[in-house]
């Protein structure tokens, strides 16, 4: 998979969970937070056994997931 698509999904991805749970962010906080959203979508998938179809679309779900799991987290670090 080339960079270039990982940062079309990063940033969709980024940008949904943002628009998911509220809150502002630009291109490059979106992009951080869909990059970072795959990583931990792609690691909790994997240690659930999940499986989703190896597309776009399937890594649109799972990097727009771990990405509300990272928001979730990252809020509840910076309230704490």
């Known amino acids: 998979m080339s ?3 990982w940062i079309i999904i990063g ?8 628009q ?3 809150g502002r962010g630009g291109l490059l906080y979106n ?3 869909g990059l ?17 179809m190896p597309d776009f679309w399937g890594n649109l779900i ?3 997931i771990g990405a509300i799991v990272f ?8 309230r704490a």
């Open 3 to 5: 960079i270039f698509y």
């Open 11 to 18: 940033l969709v991805a980024g940008w949904l969970a943002t």
């Open 20 to 22: 998911i749970l509220g």
């Open 31 to 33: 992009l951080a937070v």
């Open 36 to 52: 970072v959203g795959a990583i931990v979508g792609g690691f909790l998938f994997e240690k659930l056994n999940l499986h989703v």
């Open 62 to 64: 799972t990097a727009t």
């Open 71 to 78: 928001l979730l987290i990252w809020r509840a670090i910076r």
